[in-house]
């Protein structure tokens, strides 16, 4: 297949030593002989050490190889948070095939395009989990599936015409082999590794190639943070989503050999009662369970083993940042990254201004980060806020079986298009503003969600918001702004300009209707979908207008017409 990764680019990272000759299994198999007998994984099943944790991937690798699957197949894995899908990653990278993960979440119309889109040879499910019978699920989509030629099932008794992952994983396999039987299977090192499948936000979700070697340099971020093997990590992330794959499972674990706390079904409570049972040093979590969390009474845990919270998949407002710090004495993180690859944050020894308000600077040096202006070549002045671009050896292959929106996001310098705007400040870091489709154009204003949904957060009456824009005759846009309010709060707009007047918001920023609802639209994964909340407030001003001639609830909403000035 068709992508970037030419032989041109593999020199150049190669030589520049960015790259190197070892693939994620080899990796991890360092780390493994290095303390073997020290717990890998504490899951709500059992203790994992590092040496059984090789011996469960060696074995899922001797099964599959076993059922005909080859370097170059595509294998959809679709587990919750527990050791078996850290061993699935691994068996995929010992014998060359390439893992599509999906979050234990997706139900069929997610699970059938995955495995269609990837012409997936095998899938790895639970039986029943949560309640939801994985097995019925996938029973259902099979026969549409022409490619798909095996199902394996975490459990014992799998149905028929499916295999018991469990029995493979209680089977010593690896007694029946010769110990260099799977050498035969080693892909290389700029192989692909994994087919990321985006979480849902537009929609025809994009897949972006990573090999080997761009997986294996996301150990940077981890570094960053000082983690080593004598630390614990609290990873409360899908570990099949591109966040917590990429920091708790190829770093943390693999590279840095540290112990992974896991949680197959996310408690907040549960989760620091976790964190102070095994003194946990590091929490990977996304916004929402950030904001989980911070609900609780916080005093009634012993948390000064925790040095940092760090979250990734979503925009981290910085009221929470400045809650967790008031609360525990610790950082929140937040970093910025793709599928397509590349990524920003701060450090933790950075001044709070710079925490709390900035993604802070690229994580590892070799990545180069540009604002491009409309023509996506031009670079935009420092502190002009323009396209974010990247390049470097962690920007992805391509995207499957989809070479047009690859060439697209590119330029001709080699740039990746991320679609986030961003501006780069004159204290050099960086601040994302929102993505390029999802900013306000009021009558030639910008406004930025992002920048008012901060504001709105710090109001006493708000749980979440949703800034979007809905259509004007007069100025193209205006900002239409959803909250759930905390119980009880009655919020007016009335009320809620006046808040942001009172914290020094432009006018031309101020929400100019209210809708209050029960709760936002999300994915799978965390992220808001703006596109639901857009669709929803376009459709209502226009059943509106043809039924009151544009006449609005007067106690939650101005008039389209109405101008705030400025």
Same mark, same amino acid.
């Given at each position: 297949?068709?992508?970037?990764?030419?032989?041109?680019?593999?020199?150049?990272?190669?030589?520049?030593?960015?790259?190197?000759?070892?693939?994620?299994?080899?990796?991890?198999?360092?780390?493994?002989?290095?303390?073997?007998?020290?717990?890998?994984?504490?899951?709500?099943?059992?203790?994992?050490?590092?040496?059984?944790?090789?011996?469960?991937?060696?074995?899922?690798?001797?099964?599959?190889?076993?059922?005909?699957?080859?370097?170059?197949?595509?294998?959809?894995?679709?587990?919750?948070?527990?050791?078996?899908?850290?061993?699935?990653?691994?068996?995929?990278?010992?014998?060359?095939?390439?893992?599509?993960?999906?979050?234990?979440? %997706?139900?069929?119309?997610?699970?059938? %395009?995955?495995?269609?889109? +990837?012409?997936?040879?095998?899938?790895?499910?639970?039986?029943?989990?949560?309640?939801?019978? %994985?097995?019925?699920?996938?029973?259902?989509?099979?026969?549409?599936?022409?490619?798909?030629?095996?199902?394996?099932?975490?459990?014992?008794? @799998?149905?028929?015409?499916?295999?018991?992952?469990?029995?493979?994983?209680?089977?010593?396999?690896?007694?029946? %082999?010769?110990?260099?039987?799977?050498?035969?299977?080693?892909?290389?090192?700029?192989?692909?590794?994994?087919?990321?499948?985006?979480?849902?936000?537009?929609?025809?979700?994009?897949?972006?190639?990573?090999?080997?070697?761009?997986?294996?340099?996301?150990?940077?971020?981890?570094?960053?943070?000082?983690?080593?093997?004598?630390? /614990?990590?609290?990873?409360?992330?899908?570990?099949?989503?591109?966040?917590?794959?990429?920091?708790?499972?190829?770093?943390? +674990?693999?590279?840095?050999?540290?112990?992974?706390?896991?949680?197959?079904?996310?408690?907040?409570?549960?989760?620091?009662?976790?964190?102070?049972?095994?003194?946990?040093?590091?929490?990977?979590?996304?916004?929402?369970?950030?904001?989980?969390?911070?609900?609780?009474?916080?005093?009634?845990?012993?948390?000064?083993?925790?040095?940092?919270?760090?979250?990734?998949?979503?925009?981290?407002?910085?009221?929470?940042?400045?809650?967790?710090?008031?609360?525990?004495?610790?950082?929140?993180?937040?970093?910025?990254?793709?599928?397509?690859?590349?990524?920003?944050?701060?450090?933790?020894?950075?001044?709070?201004?710079?925490?709390?308000?900035?993604?802070?600077?690229?994580?590892?040096?070799?990545?180069?980060?540009?604002?491009?202006?409309?023509?996506?070549?031009?670079?935009?002045?420092?502190?002009?806020?323009?396209?974010?671009?990247?390049?470097?050896?962690?920007?992805?292959?391509?995207?499957?079986?989809?070479?047009?929106?690859?060439?697209?996001?590119?330029?001709?310098?080699?740039?990746?298009?991320?679609?986030?705007?961003?501006?780069?400040?004159?204290?050099?870091?960086?601040?994302?503003?929102?993505?390029?489709?999802?900013?306000?154009?009021?009558?030639?204003?910008?406004?930025?969600?992002?920048?008012?949904?901060?504001?709105?957060?710090?109001?006493?009456?708000?749980?979440?918001?949703?800034?979007?824009?809905?259509?004007?005759?007069?100025?193209?846009?205006?900002?239409?702004?959803?909250?759930?309010?905390?119980?009880?709060?009655?919020?007016?707009?009335?009320?809620? /300009?006046?808040?942001?007047?009172?914290?020094?918001?432009?006018?031309?920023?101020?929400?100019?209707?209210?809708?209050?609802?029960?709760?936002?639209?999300?994915?799978? +994964?965390?992220?808001?979908?703006?596109?639901?909340?857009?669709?929803?407030? @376009?459709?209502?001003?226009?059943?509106?207008?043809?039924?009151? +001639?544009?006449?609005?609830?007067?106690?939650?909403?101005?008039?389209?017409?109405?101008?705030?000035?400025?």
């Amino acid at each position: 297949m068709p992508t970037r990764l030419t032989p041109e680019i593999i020199r150049e990272y190669t030589e520049k030593g960015y790259w190197g000759d070892l693939t994620v299994a080899e990796r991890f198999d360092l780390t493994a002989r290095a303390h073997p007998d020290k717990v890998a994984v504490v899951d709500s099943q059992k203790r994992t050490t590092f040496r059984e944790l090789a011996t469960m991937s060696q074995r899922i690798a001797l099964g599959l190889a076993g059922l005909g699957i080859r370097p170059g197949d595509c294998v959809a894995a679709q587990l919750p948070n527990r050791a078996e899908a850290l061993a699935v990653i691994l068996a995929l990278s010992r014998i060359g095939a390439v893992l599509a993960p999906a979050v234990h979440y %997706y139900r069929a119309a997610e699970m059938e %395009y995955i495995l269609n889109h +990837s012409d997936a040879v095998a899938a790895i499910i639970p039986g029943r989990f949560e309640g939801f019978d %994985y097995e019925e699920m996938m029973a259902g989509v099979r026969p549409r599936l022409p490619a798909l030629r095996h199902v394996l099932v975490m459990e014992r008794d @799998a149905p028929p015409g499916s295999v018991s992952l469990t029995q493979m994983l209680e089977t010593p396999l690896e007694e029946r %082999y010769p110990a260099e039987y799977l050498d035969a299977f080693r892909p290389g090192p700029n192989d692909f590794a994994v087919l990321n499948y985006s979480s849902g936000t537009e929609a025809a979700p994009k897949a972006p190639l990573w090999t080997h070697n761009m997986l294996l340099l996301s150990y940077w971020r981890t570094e960053l943070l000082g983690i080593t093997d004598d630390d /614990v990590v609290l990873n409360l992330a899908p570990l099949y989503h591109g966040f917590a794959m990429v920091m708790a499972a190829m770093a943390a +674990s693999f590279h840095h050999g540290a112990t992974l706390l896991l949680m197959d079904r996310f408690v907040p409570e549960d989760a620091m009662a976790l964190a102070v049972r095994e003194r946990a040093n590091v929490v990977l979590a996304v916004p929402p369970q950030v904001a989980s969390i911070l609900a609780l009474d916080l005093s009634r845990y012993d948390l000064d083993s925790v040095r940092a919270f760090v979250t990734g998949g979503a925009a981290a407002a910085s009221e929470i940042k400045r809650q967790l710090k008031a609360q525990l004495g610790c950082n929140l993180i937040a970093l910025w990254g793709s599928t397509e690859g590349g990524s920003l944050m701060a450090r933790l020894d950075d001044p709070p201004e710079v925490i709390e308000t900035t993604v802070g600077r690229p994580a590892h040096p070799a990545v180069e980060f540009r604002v491009l202006a409309d023509d996506r070549i031009t670079e935009a002045p420092q502190g002009e806020i323009g396209e974010l671009a990247i390049r470097g050896p962690t920007v992805f292959a391509g995207y499957f079986k989809d070479p047009e929106r690859t060439a697209a996001v590119f330029n001709h310098d080699g740039f990746c298009l991320t679609g986030d705007m961003a501006y780069l400040g004159q204290d050099g870091n960086w601040r994302i503003v929102g993505r390029k489709k999802e900013i306000i154009n009021r009558g030639g204003e910008k406004i930025s969600p992002l920048e008012v949904e901060e504001a709105i957060l710090a109001h006493p009456g708000v749980a979440a918001v949703a800034v979007v824009a809905m259509p004007d005759r007069r100025l193209g846009e205006r900002a239409c702004t959803y909250v759930v309010p905390k119980g009880g709060v009655d919020i007016t707009l009335a009320n809620l /300009v006046s808040f942001l007047r009172g914290r020094g918001l432009a006018t031309f920023k101020l929400p100019e209707r209210l809708e209050v609802v029960e709760d936002l639209p999300m994915t799978a +994964s965390g992220k808001l979908r703006r596109s639901v909340l857009r669709e929803a407030i @376009a459709q209502k001003l226009a059943e509106e207008q043809r039924t009151a +001639s544009g006449s609005f609830d007067s106690g939650r909403s101005m008039s389209p017409s109405a101008d705030h000035g400025g």
